[in-house]
């Protein structure tokens, strides 16, 4: 399998050459390109057959590179993409471990007619769900679980009376109770799906905090107070089994860096016993962004001697409203971000100045990327390697270098 796919990466880079200038593509396009792709990768692999001593073969994947420092590696999926057969190849060569892109947050993952009925909040996975957790037992993927308490792609009926979807808010009694049955309820349901062992993360909160340090104005805060978050990590503790470990996950981290440090000490319970396992930086990055900048936020955090992981990795091309063109120069800024990022997060794994055990990418083909029209991933829209992945694979020479 491995030489496989270094004969159908190296192809890829016969037709298309690497990082070739992939345009934002536009969302039709990647749902016609399926077909395109299997028969485009077919030729390809006949090519290069033919011609094997001219294109260097890539001999190593994401798994095995991360795995040298004793890393999981993962990315984000939906089942819809699963259904594609390179999206699911580069899955199964690249990654050991796997987000719910969206059917686990709780505008997918809670039942408001099985809420009315029964009277309080019931969890209740969907097909995608069941799908993906199918797929990673079959393949021997862990799972990264998200999210539970947030203020996005959360449904207003959870923060109101009767689980209506307008009218009064519920008093924080209520609240807390509706949070610890979702949080509760959230464990239970993968319990008696029996897919447990797969989880080894879950992020009980997500994107709390602003930058300026304020809490983020949302329903829990509103109905709960401010102890909200505390009580969020109470029941994580209290319910999730003790192999998963608990996070707080969010964006800007390196612009959060002395808020989050201040948050997590306030998260222990009465013996000053942590009630979070680690601090999840999502990592939605720019070629802009500064890196020695990044890594003195990554310190920083490191210093809680929580756990620390990269959860949600893309790299956009130019800055934040500002997306650059997918020109050869740009990708090779991105190559070099990617390598440099991951080199930096290798040394302080290696020299035991971080605890950080699985690094998770948010995709890894632009044709797929939430933020497609910065082309922030390690493959283009139609699988080629970008210099990014080679980045991210540590292959110096051909990151951009
Ligand atoms: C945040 C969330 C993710 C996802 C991205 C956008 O980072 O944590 O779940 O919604 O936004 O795709």
Wanted: glycine share 6%; proline share 2%; aromatic share 12%.
């Amino acid at each position: 399998m491995k030489k496989l796919l270094g004969i159908v990466l190296a192809g890829a880079m016969v037709v298309s050459g690497c990082g070739a200038e992939a345009q934002a593509p536009a969302k039709e396009s990647v749902e016609n390109e399926e077909a395109v792709t299997t028969e485009t990768t077919e030729e390809v692999k006949e090519e290069v057959k033919a011609e094997e001593t001219e294109e260097e073969t890539v001999d190593t994947t994401l798994k095995e590179v991360f795995a040298k420092h004793g890393l999981k590696v993962g990315t984000c999926v939906s089942s819809s993409e699963l259904n594609k057969r390179s999206f699911k190849e580069t899955v199964l060569s690249q990654f050991d471990s796997l987000t719910v892109e969206n059917a686990m947050k709780p505008d997918s993952a809670l039942n408001q007619a099985k809420s009315k009925e029964e009277g309080k909040v019931v969890v209740d996975f969907n097909k995608e769900v069941l799908t993906i957790l199918e797929f990673a037992r079959e393949n021997g993927f862990s799972m990264r679980g998200h999210t539970l308490v947030w203020y996005s792609q959360t449904p207003e009926w959870l923060f109101r009376e009767g689980f209506e979807n307008s009218g009064d808010f519920v008093d924080r009694d209520e609240m807390l109770k509706r949070m610890e049955d979702l949080i509760s309820g959230t464990f239970a349901k993968i319990e008696e799906l029996g897919y447990t062992d797969l989880f080894y993360a879950y992020d009980v909160v997500n994107e709390a905090w602003m930058e300026d340090g304020t809490m983020r104005d949302n329903h829990w805060l509103e109905i709960i107070g401010d102890d909200y978050l505390w009580y969020a990590f109470y029941y994580a503790d209290k319910y999730a089994p003790e192999s998963i470990d608990l996070y707080y996950n969010d964006y800007n981290e390196q612009y959060k860096a002395d808020t989050l440090v201040k948050f997590v000490e306030t998260l222990k319970d009465e013996d000053g016993r942590y009630l979070i396992d680690g601090i999840g930086l999502q990592a939605h990055l720019y070629t802009s962004d500064n890196l020695p900048g990044y890594f003195k936020a990554v310190d920083k955090l490191a210093e809680t001697g929580l756990k620390i992981q990269l959860t949600e990795l893309d790299v956009c091309l130019g800055k934040y409203q500002a997306p650059l063109e997918a020109t050869d120069d740009n990708l090779v800024k991105q190559g070099k971000f990617y390598y440099d990022l991951i080199n930096g997060i290798f040394e302080r794994v290696d020299a035991g100045k971080l605890k950080l055990d699985a690094f998770t990418f948010w995709g890894f083909s632009d044709g797929y990327s939430w933020r497609r029209e910065y082309s922030p991933l390690l493959y283009d829209k139609s699988f080629n390697p970008k210099y990014a992945l080679y980045g991210a694979l540590q292959i110096k020479d051909k990151a951009g270098y």
